[in-house]
């Protein structure tokens, strides 16, 4: 069974950062996509972060380009997502998301992934 668990959200000022961890289970890391997405109140979830299992690509949504990074270390079965000079609008609940399939075509679509975690909440305040 696959199992994904997410940590690291909290209350954060704006321009402050926090970097959140996801830990995978029960399957093969190293051949698994990571991607990272996020659902504001209200909103519907929308992409923030992937990149491929050889790192060759990485895949950001506009909003998160210049201050939102991505990275794993597959000795530990965990993806990272850093993310400086927070701002209010990124008030979301964060979820990482795993998939088997390694190719790009969809990878920034929630329905590319077919494992997802809990969730954890970012909150930023003004």
């Known amino acids: 069974q696959v199992q994904l668990v997410e940590s690291g959200g909290g209350l954060v000022q704006a321009g402050g950062s926090l970097r959140l961890s996801c830990v995978v289970s029960?399957?093969?890391?190293?051949?698994?996509?990571m991607g990272w997405f996020r659902q504001a109140p209200g909103k519907e979830r929308e992409f923030v972060v992937t990149?491929?299992?050889?790192?060759?690509?990485?895949y950001l949504a506009d909003f998160a380009k210049g201050r939102f990074s991505i990275s794993r270390d597959d000795a530990k079965n965990t993806v990272f997502l850093q993310m400086n000079n927070l701002k209010p609008e990124d008030t979301a609940v964060y979820y990482c998301?795993?998939?088997?399939?390694?190719?790009?075509?969809?990878?920034?679509?929630?329905?590319?992934?077919?494992?997802w975690g809990q969730g954890t909440q970012v909150t930023v305040s003004s």
């Open positions: 998301a795993a998939s088997g399939n390694l190719g790009t075509i969809g990878i920034d679509n929630g329905d590319y992934y077919p494992y």
């Open positions: 029960g399957r093969t890391f190293s051949r698994t996509t």
């Open positions: 990149r491929t299992v050889s790192g060759s690509n990485t």
